[in-house]
């Protein structure tokens, strides 16, 4: 019913910048609560940024406060991260994610990752030093 697709990944040396796009097809994700999370090799998939069904709410990771910044497009259907500032630590697949907003609370920006209910492919985010 709802499909997620990233794009936007690539390779970029420290310091640089990339724009991650998620797009969704099946049904409007107005009503949805949103996040983008992380993975890197042998590590466990990590939240980065969320933003509820208005915008109006948003969450990082510390480590990514100031650096990144999460938007959503209602009239697009999609979502999307700035990348600023990147890391070699920031090296990882990149997944977007998406809650019906009614199931976690009207304002909640910050889901447990077991509440969310559709998930993209990922897509990979290489920084090097």
């Known amino acids: 019913q709802v499909q997620l697709v990233e794009s936007g990944g690539g390779l970029v040396q420290a310091g640089g910048s990339l724009r991650l796009s998620c797009a969704c097809s099946g049904r409007t994700l107005a009503s949805y609560a949103m996040g983008w999370l992380r993975q890197a090799p042998g590590k466990e998939r990590e939240f980065v940024a969320g933003?509820?069904?208005?915008?109006?709410?948003?969450n990082y990771k510390d480590s990514v406060k100031g650096r990144f910044t999460i938007s959503r497009d209602h009239a697009k259907n999609m979502l999307f991260l700035q990348m600023n500032s990147l890391k070699p630590e920031d090296t990882a697949v990149y997944y977007c994610a998406a809650v019906f907003q009614g199931k976690i609370g009207p304002t909640s920006a910050y889901p447990p990752s077991y509440e969310y209910d559709y998930w993209g492919q990922g897509t990979q985010v290489t920084v090097s030093s």
């Open positions: 933003i509820n069904w208005n915008g109006g709410n948003t």
